[in-house]
């Protein structure tokens, strides 16, 4: 089955910086790789995502980058707020059974 | 609409209780997901229905019994459940199954067995 991994597990940055979060998956079979935020007592929702033929994508100040060949995918978030911080999952595709497969998640902390 | 809908929100059940979990969705979705997620962990894949079939079950525990009546609901009956069952669980829905498009979540059912 496909395995995810994702880091940081935690990140904290001041308001107006960058972050950057790190997800690397096995099955070389995936072709979607979407990008999950999660509030406290919330459920998880879409904020971005990626197919496998495309290798960046923006929306305003997120934005995502997947590199096929060394099976890596990046979350970039650009001028930071507090309305950012939470928990954020990378997922892919597990061909095998057929359902998304998600990283173990990143607490992100944007200080005012 | 774009929602999925889960009741209840909240649930305290005892050991020897039966209870279910239901999800509803009217997005046309042809799949539909039971994924449970602990304190601080990612969601845990636990059934999936395509079509409305079963077509994966990840050792799941029999005490956890899911049911699609329909394209639009999916149940989850809870039997003699234990403590460390207790977790938040989360329904979802895609347009299509194999995970190949974006899963919408319902806002769970947060279960505390006692």
């Known amino acids: 089955g496909e395995n995810v991994e994702q880091h940081p597990s935690t990140l904290s940055v001041q308001e107006g910086d960058s972050a950057v979060i790190k997800c690397t998956y096995s099955?070389?079979?995936?072709?979607?790789f979407p990008w999950y935020k999660q509030e406290l007592g919330k459920r998880p929702q879409l904020i971005i995502d990626i197919r496998s033929n495309v290798g960046e994508k923006k929306d305003q100040r997120i934005a995502v980058t997947l590199n096929k060949t060394a099976k890596h995918f990046s979350l970039h978030i650009t001028e930071t707020q507090p309305e950012d911080s939470a928990v954020y999952f990378c997922?892919?595709?597990?061909?095998?059974?057929?359902?998304?497969?998600f990283g173990s998640g990143t607490r992100l902390q944007v200080q005012p | 609409d774009t929602e999925v809908t889960q009741t209840p929100k909240h649930l305290v059940m005892g050991m020897t209780n039966k209870k279910s979990l239901k999800c509803e969705q009217h997005m046309g979705h042809r799949a539909m997901y039971w994924y449970k997620q602990k304190a601080k962990k990612p969601p845990e894949l636990m059934f999936v229905?395509?079509?409305?079939?079963?077509?994966i079950n990840e050792s799941v525990p029999s005490r956890f019994s899911p049911e699609c009546p329909n394209s639009s609901l999916l149940n989850l009956h809870l039997h003699a459940l234990q403590p460390e069952d207790s977790a938040l669980y989360l329904c979802?829905?895609?347009?299509?199954?194999?995970?190949?498009?974006?899963?919408?979540f319902g806002q769970g059912t947060r279960l505390t067995v006692v």
């Open positions: 229905y395509s079509y409305e079939k079963l077509s």
């Open positions: 979802a829905s895609s347009q299509e199954g194999g995970g190949r498009t974006e899963a919408f």
């Open positions: 099955d070389s079979a995936s072709n979607y």
């Open positions: 997922a892919a595709t597990d061909t095998g059974r057929r359902a998304l497969t």
